[in-house]
Structure formats: structure tokens, C-alpha cells
Nanobody, 124 residues
Framework: EVQLVESGGGLVQAGGSLRLSCVASGFPFDDYAIGWFRQAPGKEREGVSSISNRDGSTYYVDSVKGRFTISSDNAKNTVYLQMNSLKPEDTAVYYC?????????????????WGQGTQVTVSS
């Protein structure tokens, strides 16, 4: 059974940092891509960042470039999203997802499996 479990969300002041973790199980982690997506109330889901465990390529949406860093620990089947210089507009539920084709992309329709999400709230 494929499982993706996010953790690390919380409440932080603007300018602060959080590190999200996504622990994956039930599929060949080295072959997949893992993406982070977010959805704020009343807004569409947005692709934030992703990493291909096949070739190491990464994707970042423009609004987080230079602030967020995605990394993968294949030994732990875990992908991290380090979020620095957080802004109130980063507030959302963050989801991790897995793409069986191993593509680093922000297109949520290409991801097959999803976690339950973790709330990130950035206060001003």
C-alpha cells in the first residue's frame, strides 16, 4: 500500500523557517518523483516544488525560488522541504505527492499518490 505522510507544519512568524518532511512507503522510492503542493482557502492547488529521485532534477514555482529548498534522503525514503523567509502568503495546507514516472514538475495532475497534508500558517 502506497503511503505518504507529511509532518513539520505549524505556526511561524513572517521571516521564520519550517522544514516539512514527507515519508514514503509502498513503492520504489528511487524511481519516483516527490512533489510538494499547497492549497490556501479559496485558491487552487499550486505546485510548489518537486524532485525526481531518478535523475535529481528539481522544480520550484517562481514565488518560492531562493527561499525553499527540496531534498531527498533515499536511505530514509523521505523528502524534505526547507522553507525559509516565510511570508503570510505561504500560508496553506501543504501536501506531498508521488509521480510514478519520476518527473520533477509542478503539474498536480501528473501525480498519482497523495498524502493527507500538513497546515502551514505564517503570521504577519
Amino acid at each position: 500500500e502506497v503511503q505518504l505522510v507529511e509532518s513539520g507544519g505549524g505556526l511561524v512568524q513572517a521571516g521564520g523557517s519550517l522544514r516539512l518532511s514527507c515519508v514514503a512507503s509502498g513503492f520504489p522510492f528511487d524511481d519516483y518523483a516527490i512533489g510538494w503542493f499547497r492549497q490556501a482557502p479559496g485558491k487552487e492547488r499550486e505546485g510548489v516544488s518537486s524532485i525526481s529521485n531518478r535523475d535529481g532534477s528539481t522544480y520550484y514555482v517562481d514565488s518560492v525560488k531562493g527561499r525553499f529548498t527540496i531534498s531527498s534522503d533515499n536511505a530514509k525514503n523521505t523528502v524534505y522541504l526547507q522553507m525559509n523567509s516565510l511570508k503570510p502568503e505561504d500560508t496553506a495546507v501543504y501536501y506531498c505527492a508521488a509521480d510514478t514516472w519520476g518527473r520533477s514538475t509542478g503539474r498536480d495532475t501528473l501525480f498519482d499518490y497523495w498524502g493527507q497534508g500538513t497546515q502551514v500558517t505564517v503570521s504577519s
